[in-house]
């Protein structure tokens, strides 16, 4: 991938208001990420090769990558983001969040909201259990498979 590629990537991202865009191929994979309000994107790129070192080509906007998360207790279990979008632990701002540490979930609960393209999607449990933990940030972006909370199972 070349520098006109990023480029571009950059200028569709402003263009449909994306703040974060990944792509991975078998030789590479790249990550762009940038604050909505404005700023500069900050793009990582990185080799395939296990032994290779990873370029990096970041932009004026330094931001520290967030470290990995912690893998979770062998007990609890992960409920997943079904999509790309902005997460949501209340139907509104004024709202009480749908769960909270230690709510007993069924399969139908609601446990928050997805915001793609303008569209809420109720996200559900689809298990029984406990909210053991909540692994993201109110009014962040999620990406596609990405634990939203963590649930001890009944």
């Known amino acids: 991938m070349d520098i006109k590629e990023i480029k571009r990537i950059v200028e569709l991202m402003k263009e449909n208001e994306l703040s974060e865009f990944e792509m991975a191929d078998k030789d590479f994979r790249i990550s762009v990420k940038r604050k909505i309000a404005g700023g500069e994107p900050q793009v990582l790129l990185a080799a395939a090769a296990p032994q ?3 370029p990096q080509v970041a932009a004026a906007s330094a931001a520290a990558p967030a470290a990995a998360p912690a893998p979770a207790p062998s007990n609890l279990v992960e409920i997943k983001s079904p999509m790309v979008g902005t997460f949501y632990r209340a139907g509104s701002p004024e709202a009480e969040p749908f769960v909270a540490l230690g709510k007993e979930i069924d399969d139908e609960s609601v446990v928050c909201i997805v915001e793609a393209m303008k569209v809420m999607n109720e996200i559900k449990a689809e298990m029984k259990g406990v ?12 990406e596609f498979g990405q634990p939203l909370f963590l649930v001890e199972p009944r």
């Open 52 to 54: 290779a070192a990873a």
């Open 131 to 142: 909210i053991r933990k909540v692994l993201v940030e109110n009014a962040t972006s999620v």
